[in-house]
């Protein structure tokens, strides 16, 4: 039976990049023909498996964490498409395993969504899980967040290691009080930063008030500035260039470095440590910068107030033009309230230069709320993004976009640009 | 030279704000501003003084453990939010503060959280989580766009009237088609999107009683909603 639904999922997935369709269509099939093969395959790592979920940052701290424990000698297995259902896992492990259905790693770091992390724990529980953050995102799915922190909370329960939580996260921190019998590891922020990152309780009104966390933190994030930050461990302090853009990839580094020193322990090199994340690149559309006409072009995700606002923060207008590309397919969420819970009052001195998308006409509306000159609107983004390149040709450029835009925008520009294909 | 200013109080921003109603606050913040007005934005949380002189009062949706929070506090305040509704001032509740504006909240598991009795309404919470893309039709406001997102489903008593008739999704329940309520000037409803940008007529409705009441009679600009009748467009063309 197990090589047999391997080498149907290999066959599938052959066929299936072939054609040039989705990635986790092999990992469906393999699933449904062999529900045991995920947990066959990822039992037995010498280094077992880490867990990352939460709303915000999950790609791009999965990336963290995997190159970090690479450059600590680690061969480490991870689902990098961004695929964060299982039946992406699944996908990516048809493409590593060998016919017997056996993993060469020493370790598994996966990136899961909130509900299939809960699906996925249960087939194969965690050695640990990195938990960053519960916010507002995808209530047509979830419901409310309240619901949401409980699907973390089932992903911690089923941990055997150590889970590591945001202690800025109330509803993240919370979890801990759900584990008592487990150790947890905390990373968060100098209190001098809190209100750089203001929760969802905080969306209006007093924001960064609430008291400084008294909880212990194994990495505090202690001072940013532009692409440089410095961390706090063990009380020595250590100063990094990264390149990842954004405080909010930057706070997520923290949390990145504290996973991984949950896994090593006392073996961890810690110069080796901080010379990996320097080099970390941002993930395929989380800041990502492309060159279009000699002029840089940056691709921002944009897909819950949180990051939209953080975006934004992150990323200041001056000198740039702007474009804001919004869908509201099932990926990007369909209820577009969430955009009037982003203030947009940053762009504008600079104006916004194009605003596309299935729901450009909500976009232009909410920018138009916030007195912010717009220059055109066109729904289809194809149209928009030849049009925004033409009339800002001398100009560096940045596109906010939700995940469906993103890879239509990723897309086009693939055919006038070089756009690093993952799959 | 402002025509006058009207004051705006929100209910619970920080407890009762889960999706969008701050949008609901600045579309009447700003279309009192485009309209010659000025306004006052004011806030009420769990254990302020309820403030003296408000002219239009606004309440959001919140998360089943927010609306625990805000629960005696409501209470406290529900005579004078009685007494206001009653004397014609203009109030717009969406979602968790539509529900506790009637008379009761029968939860899932059977415990009855007391409503203030605003509006003859009663809902009771269910397993079935209604969500999606909402199309009304409404003889005072026309067309209504927006998006719903709740599991208790309500039932009208004889002294309120649906805000309009769903042609599209659930509406106030699974069955008989209803979508909101109204009662004198008061506006409820399940639609968040948020509500009053694509639907500026509610809006305008709200400004003019509050401005009739205040100033005895309301004197609008001629304001361009073509953008709102566009994403209305484009919003009916979508998936529920």
Do not use: K, N, Q
């Given at each position: 039976m197990f090589p047999f639904s391997v080498l149907v999922g290999k066959a599938v997935r052959r066929i299936s990049r072939l054609r040039g369709g989705g990635s986790a269509l092999p990992g469906l099939v393999v699933e449904k023909i062999d529900p045991g093969f995920m947990g066959r395959a990822l039992s037995g790592l010498p280094r077992g498996v880490v867990v990352i979920s939460g709303t915000n940052g999950k790609t791009t701290t999965t990336k963290m964490v995997v190159e970090l424990l690479q450059g600590q000698g680690l061969t480490v297995f991870t689902n990098r498409t961004g695929s964060n259902f299982t039946r992406g896992v699944a996908a990516a492990l048809l493409g590593e395993v060998n016919w017997r259905g056996k993993l060469t790693a020493d370790i598994a770091v996966l990136e899961l969504d909130e509900a299939h992390a809960v699906h996925f724990v249960k087939l194969v529980p965690p050695t640990h899980c990195l938990l960053l953050n519960v916010l507002r995102d995808q209530l047509d799915r979830f419901g409310e967040i309240d619901q949401t922190t409980r699907l973390l909370e089932q992903i911690a329960a089923k941990t055997t290691g150590i889970v590591v939580l945001n202690r800025e996260d109330p509803r993240v921190a919370g979890i801990a009080s759900t584990v008592r019998d487990r150790d947890i590891a905390y990373f968060g922020l100098d209190s001098s930063l809190r209100s750089t990152f203001p929760n969802d309780d905080e969306l209006r009104g007093d924001i960064g008030v609430a008291a400084p966390s008294s909880l212990p933190a194994d990495v505090i994030l202690e001072h940013v500035a532009g692409n440089s930050a410095s961390f706090l461990i063990d009380g020595e302090s250590t100063s990094v260039d990264l390149r990842l853009r954004g405080v909010y990839n930057i706070f997520n580094a923290a949390a990145a470095l504290a996973t991984a020193r949950a896994v090593l322990g006392s073996e961890i090199n810690r110069a080796g440590l901080f010379a990996s994340l320097a080099t970390v690149e941002p993930a395929f559309g989380r800041g990502e910068s492309l060159v279009v006409g000699g002029k840089p072009l940056e691709l921002v995700l944009v897909k819950n107030p949180s990051g939209f606002r953080l975006g934004l923060k992150s990323f200041d207008a001056a000198g740039h033009a702007t474009m804001i590309a919004i869908n509201d397919n099932y990926a990007d969420g369909r209820?577009?309230?969430?955009?009037?819970?982003?203030?947009f009052d940053s762009l504008g001195l600079a104006g916004v230069d194009m605003v596309s998308g299935v729901r450009a006409y909500d976009m232009a509306l909410r920018l138009k709320y916030d007195d912010v000159e717009l220059r055109a609107i066109e729904p289809d983004t194809t149209l928009a993004l030849r049009d925004f390149i033409d009339s800002t040709t001398d100009q560096p450029k940045r596109i906010f976009c939700t995940y469906t835009a993103m890879l239509a925008v990723r897309r086009d520009l693939s055919k006038i640009t070089t756009v690093e294909v993952v799959s | 030279m402002s025509k006058g200013t009207l004051t705006i109080l929100q209910l619970y921003p920080k407890e009762m704000n889960i999706y969008g109603d701050w949008g609901n606050v600045l579309v009447l913040k700003q279309r009192l501003a485009w309209h010659g007005y000025t306004s006052v934005i004011l806030e009420h949380s769990a254990g302020d003084e309820f403030p003296e002189d408000v002219d239009l009062i606004i309440g959001g949706g919140g998360q089943d453990s927010g609306q625990l929070v805000i629960q005696q506090d409501l209470q406290a305040i529900a005579p004078k939010l009685r007494e206001l509704a009653e004397d014609g001032l203009p109030m717009l509740v969406i979602c968790g503060l539509y529900q506790l504006f009637g008379n009761f909240f029968k939860t899932h598991d059977g415990t009855v959280i007391p409503g203030i009795g605003i509006l003859d309404l009663e809902t009771h919470g269910t397993n079935e989580r209604l969500i999606g893309n909402v199309v009304a039709d409404s003889d005072e406001f026309g067309e209504i766009h927006g998006y719903e997102n709740h599991s208790g489903q309500t039932r009208l008593g004889p002294g309120v009237k649906p805000l309009g008739t769903v042609t599209r999704g659930a509406g106030n329940n699974s069955t008989d088609g209803s979508e909101g309520a109204r009662h004198r000037n008061v506006v409820a409803s399940y639609?968040?999107?948020?509500?009053?940008p694509k639907n500026p007529a509610i809006a305008d409705f709200l400004l003019r009683k509050a401005a009739e009441r205040k100033f005895g009679s309301f004197q609008p600009a001629d304001l361009d909603d073509s953008l709102a009748d566009l994403a209305r467009r484009h919003a009916g063309a979508r998936p529920r």
């Open positions: 209820d577009m309230s969430w955009l009037w819970d982003v203030d | 639609l968040h999107g948020s509500l009053l």
